[in-house]
């Protein structure tokens, strides 16, 4: 069902997926592949401006975010990835998404992100050299080029950021929710 699901947000036949996974499974990596996870902060400052880094490895714009690493929870994941990749101090107010990054074409490997909004509380901006080409503050009708999926988040954040309320966003289900026999 997983190679279905799989095949379902990609080109590939799932007869593919089926094969990489039970390739995968015991040799080394006991039970099922699931996806990574990245966790990612939509930091807001004082003016309503949104905190946003230039990737290394892209060239695009987006909000700092890293991979989820042992020993931390989400949320300090979140903070974490923004004082590493900018020198901005920041406290999380809330989740604001969930999503998975292949189904939405964000990615080309599964992962889950989950995203916070954070508020700056000290430190300065100082992008990391081996993350960011550059880092800055952005109003939303000043945002920089190119950026990633901005239409899908943006609104959302900035509404956080304006503290107005907001729902954590995530992919609803599908019907059916997998491909495959529903017996």
């Known amino acids: ?73 989400p949320a300090e994941v979140a903070v974490k990835e923004v004082w590493e990749e900018t020198g901005i101090r920041c406290e999380v107010v809330q989740p604001i998404a969930i999503h998975d990054g292949l189904r939405l074409g964000f990615s080309r490997i599964p992962l889950y992100s989950i995203v916070f909004h954070c508020r700056a509380v000290g430190g300065t901006l100082s992008p990391h050299p081996e993350e960011c080409l550059d880092a800055g503050w952005f109003g939303r009708d000043e945002l920089p080029d190119p950026i990633v999926s901005f239409d899908r988040w943006g609104d959302h954040a900035f509404r956080a950021i304006e503290g107005l309320p907001v729902i954590a966003d995530f992919d609803h289900p599908r019907d059916p929710v997998w491909r495959g026999s529903q017996d």
């Open 1 to 73: 069902m997983a190679a279905d699901m799989r095949s379902r947000v990609s080109d590939e036949p799932a007869v593919v997926f089926e094969a990489e996974w039970m390739r995968t499974v015991g040799s080394g990596i006991s039970g099922y592949v699931t996806p990574k996870v990245a966790v990612g902060a939509v930091v807001g400052d004082g003016d309503g401006r949104l905190l946003l880094i230039q990737r290394a490895d892209s060239g695009v714009w987006l909000y700092p975010t890293g991979w989820a690493d042992i020993g931390y929870s």
